[in-house]
Each structure stands twice: as structure tokens, then as C-alpha cells.
DNA sequence: GTGGTCTAGACCACG
DNA sequence: GTGGTCTAGACCACC
């Protein structure tokens, strides 16, 4: 639950995670985000890490901040579409860049990860959630 | 061809590389790796970052620094099929994760791939490789 | 209307605010101010906010405040050319100090802010106060 | 030197400061700013706030870092007249509506500036700098 | 040495 | 309680 890729920026993989929520629907506009507090409990970081992360989505326009009543999912619904499509994209293209330079063919990168879903499945269905 | 993602290592993403030219079989044990100098011009990156990947890289058994003559690809090859593999279940984990994430199927999972391929296999017929 | 400057405590603002009202003479010693509640919504604002302007205007003698009744501008009119004066020279001290860093000589400091004032009253007789 | 003004968040000062001396000319574009450290150091400000004003100083394209060598007045030459205008048109604007509020007529502001520039110049003649 | 990130802990303005 | 700023001090990647 809580560990975070050494090697790239805490705040990142928090602004990541939140978007990632948003594309999901389990955030929606209007929706209140954690306090910088409570998810620095939750992810145990310093309250300025989180900080520092809903200030950059602010930035970005993914949240708003109202003084001292906590941080808010924009409202500007519309953005949404657009967040998931560029991060799936992103996520995609990395996945194509990786395999191909490790000199997968185009066929092979589509086998091998349905491959290693099926392989996921079968273990879930034997017990493991780990 | 330059482009490398700050917020992580330079050295990590070089050293990246080299494990990916050496799965793809464009680097075989015993081939010399370019020196340090060269390689920090071919990157744009200073010479300093580059001995730091080497580093890593012999110290991870994947490469050997012979004195006054260079740095080899190691001539362990049967290290190479493991590295491939780790490295493939690692590009794949990290796809499989991040299209979840977003509220992904495995089906679409799939379908995405697929698609992407098609785009770029398109693009690359009218366009060119780059 | 309520356009507060972020980065500048709230409440500063509406003290200044209401001095100013008293040295342009539309607030006049004994008049009555407004309730907390009325000037909170008027801002859009917290009470709090209102109520913390209210009581450092207070402890800087500029107003009184009577138990049950309210808060009333301070009866000491003397008080006020010390007031008118001193905030002036603030407002000129701190345009000379901006205009001198950027570069400007007195010169231009003088000329800038006439220029200022014949566009603003062109744009006026054209257009409109808002 | 380094008297900062209570209530302005400090990295903004800083980030004013600069801007300044790049509109008066005492900043060229391609010219390194001070490091972090020895920033910090000048102005006796812990060395995370001159980062912080740094970082948005390059967000609004004002200053470039180059990783592990500093901070540098961006080329775009053009941009700093904007930021000349831009800056002068708000100290401007902050005067006359700051006079106005206290009920000065147009031509009183005027008069008013020329009685304070000539106040300094003569005390600067007969001595104190103070 | 230089910037970038993080922690720990403090104080303030605001609701 | 909530976010915003600041300090002090640490570690890291990079030049």
C-alpha cells in the first residue's frame, strides 16, 4: 500500500495516484481530497510532500484549494476525458518504447501481456491475492 | 534521441539501455562498451554520469572493466536470457499496472495494445520512422 | 468588488479598508460600523475574519467597540489627520521605492502616473466606472 | 538589505526582487543568479525559500536551471520589456487606487509624489541617507 | 559546488 | 482542523 518507487519524486507518485482516481471515477469533481494531514498519515510522508503535490495538481488545474476548508476536484468535469486519454496513452506508449527496444515483435508484445494476464488470473482463482 | 526524463537518474535510464542492447542482441558478451568519453558526447551528458552507469553495471555482473582497455559486456552469457526476462515481466508489470490503475479491463488491456500498434505500424507507412 | 489579494491576510484588508473610509470621510467618528455579520457577508467572508480586523482596529484605537451595541468609529477626531497622513505616505512611499527598483527617475515617476491618470479618465468618459 | 516586508510570504519577495533587477537592467538575460546557498545566504533566509522562488521563477519562464550548474536569467530578451510594462502598471495601479481610497483628487496625486520626490532629494543633499 | 527532494517540526491565517 | 510558509538539516544526482 505504501510503497513508493525510489528514484522518482514522492509528490509525483502522489499526484499519479490521485489522478489515477479521478480516470478511475473514484474521484469525482467536487469530491473532497484528504487533508494534507490525513494522506500524509495514510501514505506516512511528511504533510509537506503531500503539500507539494496538491499544489502542483492545483496547478495544473486538476484541483482547487479553498483556505483552510481543504482541497477540492475541479470542477471543470470536461478535463477529465482528456486526463484519462493522455495517461493512458502515456502508459501505452511506454509499454510498446520498453518491449520493442528489448526486441519484442509487434505480435510478441501483444502475447506476452495477455500472457501475463493469464497468468495473473489463473493465480488469483488458486488463493493468492499476493 | 537525447530526450532523457528528468526525475529519474541519468545513469539508471543509461544503464537501462545498455541491458536493453544487450536483450535485443545488438551488445554480446565480450563486446567493448564505448568509452566513457564517447559515450558522454553521444548522450550529451557529462562523462561523470556515464562512469556512474558503468559502475553500477559491473557491479551488477553485467559488465567487466578490464585496466587501461575498456569496458566489456560480460562474458557470462547465459546471464542474458535471465536479464531478458526480467526485464520483459518488469515493462509488462509495470503496463499491466498502470492500465488497472486507470479502470482498465484485461481485455482492453489487450485491445489498447493492439490498437496503438496498428496507429503507429499507419504512421510509419506514410510517414517514416521518424 | 471582493477581490481580496491572496497572500495578504485577509483581515489587513479590511482594516485598511475601512481606514481608508475613515480618512475619505465617508466613515466619521461615532458612526457605527457594520455588524460582523453584515460586513462578513458583504466580503464574502468568515465572521472570524471580520471579527479579527474588528478587534485590531480596536486595540489600535481606531474603533470601540460597546457590548450588545456594536462597534462604533473611535470619537477621537484628531486622530484622523495622524491617520490620513501617515497612510499617504505610505501609499507614496511604497510607489517611489517600486518605481526607483524598476529603473525608473523621479522624472518618470512623476510623468508615469500622469499618464496613468489621463488613460484611466479616457477610458472613463468612453466607458464606464466598472 | 534585508528587511522583509511581515506578511508577504517571502519567496515572493525574493522573486520580486529579481524581476526588478532584471527590468532596471542589472540582470541580463544568459546572467546566473546568485546559487541557492549564497542567495540564501545574502538575504539570511533558509536556502529552501530561495529554492522556492526560484522554481517559480522559472515556471513563469523568467529564469532557467540547468541541473548541477544553476539558475540563469532565461535568453528570451523579449520577454522582459512585457515584464517591465507589466510590473510599472502595477505599481502604478496601486498607487492612484491606494490615494484615490483615501480621497486624494487626480491631481493631488500627482502633486503629492513631486512634494515627497523633492522632500528626499533635499534631505539627501543636506546629509542623511538614513 | 549546484539544484532537487524529503523530513521534522514550528507558526500563522482562515473556517 | 485546514492549508501556507518557513526553518534546520539531511541525502542524492549531477557538473
Redesign the pocket.
Request: proline share 6%; hydrophobic share 25%; no cysteine.
Given at each position: 500500500m505504501n510503497e513508493?518507487d525510489t528514484?522518482?519524486?514522492?509528490?509525483?507518485?502522489i499526484m499519479n495516484s490521485i489522478k489515477q482516481h479521478i480516470v478511475a471515477g473514484q474521484l469525482k469533481p467536487g469530491d473532497?481530497?484528504?487533508?494534507?494531514?490525513?494522506?500524509?498519515e495514510a501514505f506516512?510522508?511528511?504533510?509537506?510532500?503531500v503539500?507539494?503535490a496538491?499544489?502542483e495538481l492545483?496547478r495544473e488545474g486538476v484541483s482547487e484549494?479553498?483556505?483552510?476548508?481543504?482541497?477540492f476536484i475541479a470542477e471543470k468535469a470536461n478535463l477529465i476525458p482528456d486526463l484519462a486519454a493522455q495517461m493512458a496513452h502515456e502508459v501505452i506508449r511506454k509499454y510498446i518504447e520498453g518491449m520493442s527496444a528489448l526486441g519484442f515483435t509487434d505480435a510478441q508484445i501483444v502475447t506476452e501481456v495477455e500472457r501475463a494476464l493469464e497468468h495473473s488470473r489463473t493465480a488469483q482463482n488458486s488463493g493468492g491475492t499476493h
Open positions: 513508493f528514484n522518482i519524486p514522492i509528490y509525483l507518485q473532497k481530497l484528504a487533508s494534507v494531514r490525513e494522506q500524509a506516512s510522508v511528511n504533510p509537506n510532500t503539500q507539494r496538491y499544489q492545483e484549494t479553498r483556505r483552510g476548508t481543504g482541497s
